[in-house]
């Protein structure tokens, strides 16, 4: 090699050159006396690359130490897009299964407790991985993606986090464009947790888009995967009472398909709806049960005491706590107030018919009471007023009936009362039984065998 060739000088205290410098070992730069026999990574590695060694001469940054530490200072002044200006550190895969990643060394056996310098009896093994590669270790799939690496209890380095600059499940062939449009960020074996003492987890999007958690049996962005999706969805927002950017719970079909809402919402008014797709009534809680179906089921696993099924608190005992409607109805058909009182109505019309508790013992009704079975009472009073009177009446049909009285009965329309098992009836001999009777003004009596007694004269 020609002398001229040779471009290395020694000026102003340093050793420059103006072309390519290559070593066959490694170049160590800024070696303090103290930094022999530095570890270089895992036993019986090669010593190549560039080593810019520190010592911890200058002591702590406590502002009377000085800076020993040994670094590597990059400078750029230009912007990268689709160049590569702006790069200063770039890692070459060279082969499919190459992995291009920056490492973080400590000793397996731990640090001294009191000199706190490593304890090297055991070695030194990566505890942080950071990097890329783009074929897995077996071979047998395509990853092509950077992570974040540390080690399983085994000491085996395990992805926890993943960026993938290709779409996983369709890589691209050979010489096709590298690249993603949506990339799909994924943790392996690890938890995510958000301190809440200083951050939230927050998915942030105009009301032009739909902002969702979405719940998955596959960790690949495949829609056939989607079970249940937790939205606030793009309903409109008005600038004014709060309206719009509603909340939902979906739930999805085994190939991926929207089955519906399984629960809604609404923000302005805080009106939950389960089944239905948006919050469309004054209620705070709307059920839209299937056909079939149970609005709400209450099944306890055991007695409940002293407690109910069901239980409302209100403020008057004027307040409802029932209010029943078919769909469409102007008015209640059924409404039960606090104070226990029902109120019964045919849907159009105020309601007319009532039930209700009128005093201790006491119940009570303001309107006419219809029994189809049997009506029973150990005391019947017609009214709780002075020279009150108590009203039997057949029918309200103008053609009268019988009012039976055990074997006895009286004829509400000729005003006769049968005694007795009797099938007479009034001017025929009776064979069972005799009965009174009121003719020209006088009470009669005729008995089974025909024999007519006046008891009171005209």
Request: charged share 15%; hydrophobic share 30%; no cysteine.
């Amino acid at each position: 090699m020609a002398l001229k060739d040779i471009d290395l000088k020694y000026s102003g205290g340093k050793l420059k050159t103006g072309k390519a410098l290559t070593t066959g070992g490694p170049l160590t730069v800024n070696v303090p006396n103290s930094s022999a026999n530095l570890p270089l990574g895992r036993a019986g590695a090669l010593s190549t690359g560039i080593n810019i060694v520190s010592s911890f001469a200058g002591g702590e940054d406590n502002g009377s130490g000085t800076d020993t530490t040994g670094r590597l200072n990059l400078y750029s002044y230009q912007r990268a897009q689709n160049g590569s200006y702006g790069e200063t550190i770039r890692h070459f895969l060279m082969r499919s299964d190459a992995k291009a990643m920056i490492a973080w060394y400590g000793p397996k056996a731990g640090y001294n407790e009191t000199t706190e310098e490593p304890d090297e009896s055991q070695g030194w093994s990566p505890w942080w991985w950071i990097g890329a590669h783009w074929e897995a270790n077996d071979n047998a799939s395509i990853h092509g993606h950077g992570s974040i690496e540390v080690p399983d209890l085994t000491g085996a380095l395990q992805t926890r986090l993943e960026v993938p600059f290709i779409d996983q499940t369709n890589p691209p062939a050979p010489g096709q464009p590298i690249g993603v449009a949506t990339t799909n960020i994924r943790t392996n074996l690890a938890d995510f947790t958000v301190r809440a003492s200083t951050g939230v987890l927050r998915i942030g999007a105009g009301n032009t888009y739909n902002k969702d958690i979405l719940l998955s049996v596959s960790s690949d962005r495949d829609p056939a995967g989607e079970r249940w999706k937790l939205r606030a969805n793009t309903d409109t927002e008005t600038g004014s009472g709060n309206t719009g950017t509603n909340f939902e719970i979906r739930r999805h079909a085994d190939n991926g398909n929207v089955l519906g809402t399984a629960l809604s919402i609404e923000r302005a008014t805080g009106n939950v709806a389960l089944g239905e797709s948006a919050v469309s009534s004054p209620a705070r809680l709307l059920i839209s049960p299937p056909t079939n179906k149970h609005g709400v089921s209450v099944i306890p696993l055991a007695s409940q005491g002293n407690n109910s099924a069901f239980s409302a608190v209100t403020t008057a005992t004027t307040d409802r706590v029932l209010d029943l409607r078919v769909s469409g109805d102007g008015s209640a058909r059924v409404v039960v107030y606090t104070d226990g009182k029902h109120e019964w109505g045919d849907g159009t019309n105020p309601r007319d018919t009532n039930l209700y508790r009128s005093g201790a013992d006491t119940l009570a009704t303001d309107d006419s009471f219809t029994v189809g079975g049997v009506f029973r009472a150990a005391t019947m009073q017609g009214s709780t007023n002075s020279g009150g009177s108590l009203t039997l009446r057949s029918t309200s049909n103008a053609t009268k009936g019988a009012i039976n009285i055990g074997a006895s009965q009286w004829n509400d329309g000729t005003n006769v009362l049968l005694l007795g098992n009797t099938t007479a009836v009034p001017g025929s001999n009776p064979t069972g039984g005799g009965y009174l009777y009121a003719e020209s003004g006088a009470l009669k009596w005729r008995s089974p065998g025909g024999t007519v007694t006046t008891i009171a004269p005209a």
